[in-house]
């Protein structure tokens, strides 16, 4: 049996891959089936599946966070936003329901320390480039990226709509 912990863990990758796999939210009896335990196991770490959900949309903050840290290496501040926009946008285009629950309100909190991580990255970088009104340069880098993630995500990209020309063309108008 694993610990207390390790089930835990058990739990929230089988979350995920059932999110991925099916682009569903699964229940509760559906993760503890797949995971190979009891229907009351979850329960013993997740006070709900609301609980258990916020956890998985945290663990999506922190992947999501790892890419920005990823992508942040570049010497030029410009040039690591790019990236970063990059990164954002890729990563809701391999994980989308991921990406979906990550953004739903109803899902984690706005102050948890993977969201503020993950948020951080980007509004540094905005930050370093637009240090006169650096709280509206980090609202218009979230709301790119995110809103650009949207959009495709949802089919919504037209013909020949290109969300990269889009952040490079943001990203150049720091200057």
Known sequence: MESDGGLRAVLMRTALALLEDEGGVPSLRAVARAAKVSAMAPYRHFEDKAALLAAVADRGFELLGDALTAADAHPDPREALYGQGIAFTRFARTHPALFRLMFEPHHGHAGSAAIVRADDVL?????????????????????????????????????????????????????
Request: with cysteine.
């Open 123 to 175: 509004e540094r970088r905005a930050s370093e480039l637009a240090p006169h009104d650096s709280a509206a340069a980090k609202l218009a880098c979230r709301a790119l990226v995110q809103g650009l993630a949207v959009i495709e995500a949802s089919g919504r990209l037209a013909h020949g709509e290109n969300p990269e020309a889009a952040i490079r063309f943001f990203t150049d108008q720091f200057g």
